[in-house]
């Protein structure tokens, strides 16, 4: 099994996190345009909660602060 560095395991958890703002945004975008009723709604909740997560994710990298060591 491959070790990873601190370092690198944070910045696979921010791509991780990244991705769920595309998600976010590509999920809002297509249930505005194309969806009506309930599961307009139910998109656009699934929606915020991916961005909720992915800004929680971003918040508690940025606060850990810098990871390599020298």
Do not use: H
């Amino acid at each position: 099994m491959i070790e990873l560095s601190q370092a690198l395991m944070n910045m696979w958890i921010s791509f991780f996190a990244l991705a769920l703002m595309f998600i976010s945004a590509g999920a809002a975008i297509f249930s505005r345009e194309k969806l009506k009723g309930w599961l307009q709604k139910t998109v656009l909740a699934f929606s915020f909660v991916c961005l909720l997560i992915s800004g929680i994710i971003v918040f508690l990298i940025v606060i850990g602060g810098p990871t390599a060591t020298m």
